[in-house]
């Protein structure tokens, strides 16, 4: 009786072969795909000592490039990196809440959905360089073509993100201020925006974090921003340069990621 | 009516019955709206934001976009090997970040009670690597290690490592320590609780966070390229600045096409994961 009863236990236990299986295939599958992708061809010239080089770089950043105040040194450059990235964020959430609306099963007809959707899919699925060269093409180099690359980047996730949120309104509220007969104006300002500011506002912040940190590498292209002075400093292996640029785009990046997720976790406390 | 105007900046009195001074509330708005809309127009005259050259030369954009069009099928063979190498550097690069991360994510929370220094310094270290992006990363791997799929595939591991580690220890930190508890009671090593507690909460939650850095790495692989790094990237700036746009047109067809699948797939598989 008891044993069985122990048998019957031991049958019920989750086999766990299956999952050594998958692993064991797994893992051949990644080596196969090592062998097609990448060929190791050792480290370059030195490259050891190149390392070394860039860590001590890192230890002891350049004070020529930090105490530059003109167009080329770190101060500016990184204002520049921050104005492309928040006005792209404005403009992209100026063009991304309309956008939003209309993409909504709630506000507008199916067709129409399905088109913007598919709009948005699209251009979301383009790497966001290849906007900054199209956009340095059309408006020539500098720093508006990365704000105009960073506004196309922020409607594709931006409208996105904000579609779920309209999409969860809740339409009584907006039944019950039309019963107390309230004005469009006013269904809108108290019934609608009380219920979307607070994630449209988490989801700009949020936003906003990975566009100063993609700013950063729009110079590439010529379209403005830090990117263009580091990759020419990597180039050039100037180490102490790229010291003094990593360390401060460290600290923007990490001053901006700080407030907005202590912004969004009031905001989220709040709602 | 002009009163109407000038009360939205400082608030309304009103003189009650009783000879009392009731006040409105301040509303700080409207100034932090025009502080806002004076920043927006300062910085946009910093990056000399000219909405009439957009305005004017803005078809140039579409006409690119116009010669994409009928896309260049002939151009296949040719970015065939280049497009799986994106996949695979992304893939790759997700499982060894991931691979990594996970027993350093333990180490990282602060709910199994290790070293501090050891935990902050590490954590600072991490969140300074996360902030640069992939693309300086890859191009810093290219310049010490040369050109091709090995530099990408680097890049990618570490940027998912960072990712990687940061989602899990704050999961891990959200975790119900009960279990933990009461297999350190019966005398089990720290590795047998960790298995037997712990591991089975994160699985799911591990392997939704994989899938999440494989599909977003497909997209960053995409452009490593730009650098020399490998993967379909090469492929776009080369043919962008030929200016032989059926072929671009290709390319980012392919990439739409696959970015779109491996969205589905991985949504659903996350999707299963999270619920069974």
Redesign the interface.
């Known amino acids: 009786m008891n044993t069985s009863l122990l048998e019957q236990q031991y049958k019920r236990y989750p086999k766990a072969w299956p999952q050594f299986v998958i692993g064991f295939v797994a893992i051949v599958a ?1 080596i196969i ?2 062998n ?6 050792g ?2 010239e030195r ?1 050891w000592g ?2 070394a080089l ?1 860590f001590q770089g890192l230890v002891r950043p350049s004070w020529a490039v930090i105490s530059d105040l003109g167009p080329t040194g770190l101060l500016m450059m990184l ?2 990196t921050f ?2 990235g ?2 792209g964020t ?1 403009f992209g959430t100026i063009i991304a809440i309309p956008l939003a609306f209309i993409s909504s099963r709630n506000i507008a007809p199916r067709w129409v959905n399905i088109i913007t959707l598919g709009f948005i ?2 251009i979301r ?6 906007y900054g ?3 340095v ?4 180099t ?3 073509a ?3 690359t960073m506004t196309i980047g922020s409607v594709g996730m931006l409208s996105k993100m904000m579609v779920e949120s309209v999409e969860d309104i809740d339409p009584g509220i907006i039944e019950s201020l039309d019963a107390a007969g309230c004005t469009g104006f006013q269904k809108v300002r108290y019934g609608i925006m009380p219920q979307l500011s607070s994630s449209i506002i988490s989801n700009v912040l949020y936003r906003l974090d990975i566009n100063v ?2 700013a ?2 729009l110079g ?2 010529s379209a ?1 921003g830090i990117g263009a002075q ?2 020419f400093a ?2 050039s ?1 100037r180490w102490d340069d790229i010291g003094a640029m ?1 360390w401060g ?2 600290i923007l ?2 001053a901006i ?1 700080y407030a907005s997720t202590k912004i969004r976790n009031s905001l989220a406390a709040k709602s | 009516m002009f009163d109407d105007i000038l009360h939205i900046f400082y608030p309304r009195s009103y003189t009650l019955g009783n000879g009392k001074e009731v006040k409105e509330k301040f509303n700080p708005f409207p100034y932090l709206l025009i502080l806002f809309i004076a ?2 127009i300062g ?2 005259v ?5 909405l009439t ?2 305005i004017k ?2 078809n ?2 579409f006409d ?1 976009v116009r010669a994409m069009i009928p896309p260049n099928w002939d151009y296949w063979p040719t970015m065939e090997k280049a497009m ?2 994106t996949i ?2 992304s ?2 690069g997700s ?1 060894f970040g991931c691979a990594v991360a996970l027993p350093v994510s333990f180490y990282l929370s602060s709910n199994f009670k290790l070293n501090k220094i050891y935990l902050v310094s590490h954590r600072l270290a991490l ?2 690597l996360r ?3 992939i ?2 990363l890859a ?2 791997f290219r ?4 050109i ?3 530099a990408g ?1 680097l890049a990618i591991s570490v940027f998912s490592y960072t990712i990687c580690v940061k989602m899990m220890y704050e999961y891990i930190e959200t975790l119900d320590m009960g279990a933990y508890e009461a297999l350190e009671s019966t005398g089990a090593s720290r590795l047998k609780c960790i298995l037997g507690a712990v591991w089975p909460q994160v699985k799911g939650f591990f392997l939704s966070t994989f899938l999440y850095c494989f599909e977003t790495n497909v ?1 960053s692989a ?2 490593l390229g ?2 020399g790094a ?1 993967g379909i ?1 090469l492929n ?2 080369g043919q ?1 600045t030929l200016r032989r746009y059926g072929n671009l047109g290709l390319v ?1 067809i392919s ?2 096409v696959t ?2 699948v491996l969205e589905a797939v991985t949504r659903y598989a996350r999707r299963k994961l999270v619920t069974g």
Not at chain 1, 36 to 41: D, H, I, L, N, P
Not at chain 1, 125 to 130: D, R, V
Not at chain 1, 137 to 140: A, E, I, S
């Open positions: 990644v795909i090592w097609v992708t990448v060929s190791f061809g480290f370059t490259g190149m390392l860039a204002a520049e104005a492309i928040f006005l404005v899919t699209i699925a383009f790497p966001s360089l290849m060269i199209m956009f093409k059309t408006v020539g500098g720093a508006f990365g704000v105009l940190k993609n950063s590498v590439l292209v403005g580091l990759i990597i180039q292996r990593v785009l460290v990046v990490l990621e | 920043i927006v910085l946009s910093f990056t000399r934001v000219n050259a957009l030369r803005g140039n954009f690119i799986l190498d695979n550097m893939l790759l499982v969140s300074m902030t640069l992006p693309l300086v191009f810093f310049t010490v290690l040369g091709g799929a090995m595939t997209k995409a452009i730009f650098v490998g990237g776009i700036s962008l980012l990439m739409t970015i779109m």
